[in-house]
């Protein structure tokens, strides 16, 4: 069975990942403490930064995907509304014409 992943498997992926480049990169990279210490400070507020874009992209994405669909539900809405209009004018057709051959 195949199993999908959604955007919070996404993003907790991409952080795991850039952790462990960060971490493996800090491991393998001879420095002194201090400027492994600058070194690690800047690359988590690079990982912020990125976080954060990422973060205000799938809002953005995702309110124009809400006013898209507000937009769709809303053209559908319309147009049962006149439908719906037609319909009870036709019954209504109906219903005078039934009252009149009742009545006469």
Known sequence: MKKEFGYSEFIQGLLVGLAAGVIGGVILTPQSGEETRRHLADKAGDIRLSAQDFIDSAKGNLEEAVNRLEDVFGLQEK?????????????EKYNLTNNNVAGG
């Open 79 to 91: 147009t049962l509304q006149r439908k719906l209009t037609a319909l009870r004018n036709e019954l």
